[in-house]
Antibody
Framework: EVQLVESGGGLVQPGGSLRLSCAAS????????MSWVRQAPGKGLEWVAK????????YYVDSVTGRFTVSRDNGKNSLYLQMNSLRAEDTAVYYC?????????WGQGTLVTVSS | DIVMTQSPLSLPVTLGQPASISCRSS???????????LNWFHQRPGQSPRRLIY???NRDSGVPDRFSGSASGNEFTLKISRVEAEDVGVYYC?????????FGQGTKVEIK
């Protein structure tokens, strides 16, 4: 059974940093692109970043470029999102998802709240 | 970015009656590999999105056959043949053809 479990969310002050993790199981992690998608409270869904199977290619949505870094450790079946210079508008539930074009599997999400 | 425009944004439905949600893309979603990466998701409050339909009309395993997807040019439609109580929630279309993937605004389905 495919499982994606996010962790690392919490309350952080504007300008602060946070690192999210996503633990994957039930599939061969190293053979899939992986993504981060977020959803602000009461709002729609927004793609954040994607990373190639071997980590050699990374892409970001404009609003997080230069502040967020996606990475992965295929030996640990884990996906990460390092978030720096956080802003109030980054407040959201962050989901990891397997694949990009037609993601079937999603984690349960982890809530990031940016507030003073 | 490709803009995905859904309508309606709110859809009150009667149990047992059909329902239809439209989604229009601002650009063609046909990829060079010939596939059209248009997906439909259903999300209940407090839950992750659940994929219902992928590549326009392919229903995921476990998704009731009352759900169907179709396309005409850049217009995509999700149809529910007979709405059941468990179908309430928000439905999103999503394009995965061009980076970044983008979602429609969501259509909230509720029972009258």
């Amino acid at each position: 059974e495919v499982q994606l479990v996010e962790s690392g969310g919490g309350l952080v002050q504007p300008g602060g940093s946070l690192r999210l993790s996503c633990a994957a199981s039930g599939f061969t992690f190293s053979t899939y692109w992986m993504s981060w998608v977020r959803q602000a409270p009461g709002k729609g869904l927004e793609w954040v970043a994607k990373i190639k199977e071997d980590g050699s290619e990374k892409y970001y949505v404009d609003s997080v470029t230069g502040r967020f870094t996606v990475s992965r450790d295929n030996g640990k079946n884990s996906l990460y999102l390092q978030m720096n210079s956080l802003r109030a508008e980054d407040t959201a539930v962050y989901y990891c998802a397997r694949e990009v074009r037609s993601p079937k599997y999603w984690g349960q999400g982890t809530l990031v709240t940016v507030s003073s | 970015d490709i803009v995905m425009t859904q309508s309606p944004l709110s859809l009150p439905v009667t149990l047992g009656q059909p329902a239809s949600i439209s989604c229009r893309s601002s650009q063609s979603l046909v990829e060079t590999d010939g596939n059209t990466y248009l997906n439909w998701f259903h999300q209940r409050p407090g839950q992750s999105p659940r994929r219902l339909i992928y590549k326009v009309s392919n229903r995921d395993s476990g998704v009731p056959d009352r759900f169907s997807g179709s396309a005409s040019g850049n217009e995509f439609t999700l149809k529910i043949s007979r709405v059941e109580a468990e179908d309430v929630g928000v439905y999103y279309c999503m394009q995965g053809t061009r980076w970044p993937p983008t979602f429609g605004q969501g259509t909230k389905v509720e029972i009258k």
